[in-house]
């Protein structure tokens, strides 16, 4: 290629590459803005213009900077970001998410496993078509810099360029900042930069040792436990129970004493939608979390995941997967089943009168629904194998993720069992989700998008709860719960009395 061997001035290289970055990476961004304005008006195809115009000047500005401050090093920097905004336009094609400050927190907090699940062999052809291969052409060519009085005035003048666009569209901020969100979200790499920036900002603010709670007390003798299963991705929308027309709940809709509410998540992402299960009220700020609080005010708390995502738990008894699975026997181990192992002989063996156990549930995170539940719970069929979603079908890919419903539907009745089996301590066992998840519906997959934009099936999760017989709890009639409705709940069952205790957000009568 000739201009991997000729001099290129720093002018026509800049403005090439920003040509190459608007035309591989903002596809997404001009279709929701074509969506979104009234392309047939003069104001709508204005708009248009006016950003197509904006994201090549603003593009340009910036290589034309970094090539002649930074040299080889803007290079690098550009490579890599080239390579960044492939895998980012990769999800957004394929999952139709937006990369706000939400999702690069989802990002930072995935870990190998779940990540590893998105690897397919279009994402890599992403990366090299439009990250390593333009990246080869950055880093080869051979820059002819102009001199600092020119970049001076290079410089100026897009920036001048920049403000008269910008306030000759002034009629249209409104608009402008009604879906800035989603605009920034898709506008490569402002999208994850300036997300990033203000993703570790915000939690510099955030507090580093959480707030403590007043204290608690226990106010009976009564041995009373609550077993507290946090699903993830679990949308009521599939659950028969919620009159789903798929039986995905064989086991719970035959079993005495079930009660389902609806309700909906503080989130579309799990680090959040678990502080907010297990938090006294819906804030920015760290306050001491249920299992915490519990804890320290002499609660028998014990913690076991198959996940992540939650905020510090400050307990003795944390138990990960690895633990889990080091006495565990059988097919059902390598699956969210390793929850279950021995837990009815812990609750037993404790010492303490109130006992809580949280199960943190990994068994409807996508891509790869498939691989969540044993063959055996393969019930619905045919079903969607490939991490990129929209190849299946919508009927494979439901029937993947009503597995997992299905799966769901067995752990919480043989928690259920257990409990049953504990005659001694009232018990109670309450479900609730982090977030829904989207299934191709309005061509969006999984989770994540800002609540504001979110549809429905990704804050639509199911809340369902179970009390035995010798508790003599009835359960209020609510038309709609929160997530914070389990803090207050689980307060309201053991028996512990707070100055935090909300009665309004009780369940139990």
């Known amino acids: 290629m000739r201009l991997l061997n000729n001099n290129i001035k720093i002018v026509h290289f800049s403005l090439l590459i920003s040509c190459l970055n608007f035309l591989f990476f903002h596809f997404p961004f001009l279709k929701f803005v074509f969506n979104n304005v009234d392309h047939k008006s003069l104001n709508g195809i204005t708009i248009i213009i006016c950003f197509i115009i904006l994201m090549l000047v603003a593009n340009f500005f910036a290589y034309f900077l970094t090539f002649f401050l930074l040299r ?6 550009w490579v890599l970001f080239f390579i960044v905004n492939a895998i980012a336009v990769y999800f957004i094609n394929t999952y139709g998410v937006i990369i706000d400050e939400s999702m690069v927190g989802n990002v930072l907090n995935t870990n190998y496993a779940e990540s590893a699940g998105f690897f ?32 001076l005035i290079i410089t100026l003048a897009s920036l001048l360029f920049m403000l008269i666009v910008s306030f000759a569209n002034s009629k249209n901020w409104l608009w402008i900042d009604k879906n800035s969100k989603t605009l920034g979200g898709l506008a490569m790499p402002w999208s994850y930069t300036v997300n990033l920036s203000l993703f570790f900002v915000h939690k510099h603010q955030e507090n580093e040792k959480e707030i403590l709670l007043p204290d608690a007390t226990i106010r009976d003798n009564q041995k009373s436990v609550v077993v507290l299963v946090i699903g993830e991705s679990a949308r009521s929308e599939n659950f028969s129970l919620y009159g789903y ?57 014990v913690w076991r995941t198959t996940n992540w995502g939650e905020p510090p738990v400050l307990i003795k008894n944390y138990l990960n997967k690895e633990a889990l699975m080091k006495n565990c ?14 837990l009815k002989e812990q609750i037993a063996a404790s010492t303490k009168t109130k006992v809580l156990i949280v199960l943190h549930t990994s068994i409807s995170h996508g891509p790869e629904y498939s691989k969540k539940y044993p063959p055996k719970f393969e019930t619905f069929r045919p079903v969607c194998n490939s991490v990129e979603l929209a190849k299946c079908s919508n009927a494979e890919l439901v029937n993947a993720y009503d597995n997992t419903i299905g799966y769901t539907d067995y752990i919480l009745y043989n928690v259920i069992e257990d409990l049953k089996q504990l005659k001694e301590y009232k018990s109670a066992m309450i479900f609730v989700s982090d977030h829904g998840e989207s299934l191709g519906e309005k061509n969006l997959y999984m989770h994540g998008l800002p609540l504001s934009l979110a549809p429905k099936e990704q804050y639509d999760i199911p809340f369902i709860v179970w009390a035995s017989d010798n508790s003599l709890k009835q359960l209020k009639t609510k038309n709609s719960l929160s997530q914070n409705h389990v803090f207050h709940s689980v307060l309201n069952f053991l028996g512990i009395q707070s100055p935090v205790y909300n009665e309004e957000l009780n369940i139990f009568k």
């Open 72 to 77: 080889f090093v803007g290079k690098i920097i």
């Open 120 to 151: 397919s062999i279009k994402l890599l052809l992403y990366v090299i078509l439009l990250g390593v291969i333009p990246g080869i052409i950055i880093i080869k060519a051979k820059i002819v810099n102009v001199t600092f009085r020119r970049f």
């Open 245 to 301: 027309s798929k039986n995905t709940n064989p086991l719970l809709s035959k079993t005495p004493g079930i009660f389902h509410f609806n309700a909906t998540s503080c989130a579309t992402y799990t680090t959040a939608g678990v502080k907010c299960i297990l938090e006294h009220k819906n804030t920015g700020e760290l306050y001491e979390i249920l299992p915490n609080y519990l804890y320290r005010n002499g609660v028998e708390v």
């Open 329 to 342: 026997k059988g097919d059902g181990c390598d699956y969210d089943e390793v929850l279950l192992n021995n």
